[in-house]
Nanobody, 124 residues
Framework: VQLQACGGGLVQVGGSLRLSCAAS????????MYWFRQAPGKERVFVSG????????SHADSVKGRFTISRDNAKNTVYLQMNSLKGEDTAVYYC??????????????????WGKGTLVTVSS
């Protein structure tokens, strides 16, 4: 399975973006899907996750209430809707797929698949 994230770009503080992560080479309908991000000079951290079996979501405290994760199994795609963006949301965003569910995986948590990142820059 290959994951390709897209939708990043330059946005002003308070703006919105929607990231997409499309899977190819296999279905991810029975994988739990995650978004991570890595800001310049910092480690990669968990942002949001969605459980395929129970369709429940988990978010980091820093994005709770602003970001929404969703999935479209028919399109083999997961989304991250980001609203009320802040400067500290600037980072490269990565999607990942894993057969195991972890509510808030650490940066060291092994994932079955990782996608290449997409850069989000929030300017003031």
């Amino acid at each position: 399975v290959q994951l390709q994230a897209c939708g990043g770009g330059l946005v002003q503080v308070g703006g919105s973006l929607r990231l997409s992560c499309a899977a190819s080479g296999g279905t991810v309908s029975r994988y739990h899907m995650y978004w991570f991000r890595q800001a310049p000079g910092k480690e990669r951290v968990f942002v949001s996750g969605i459980n395929w079996r129970f369709d429940i979501a988990s978010h980091a405290d820093s994005v709770k209430g602003r970001f929404t994760i969703s999935r479209d199994n028919a399109k083999n795609t997961v989304y991250l809707q980001m609203n009320s963006l802040k400067g500290e949301d600037t980072a490269v965003y990565y999607c990942a797929a894993d057969r195991g569910w972890t509510t808030r995986p650490s940066s060291a948590h092994a994932m079955d698949y990782w996608g290449k990142g997409t850069l989000v820059t929030v300017s003031s």
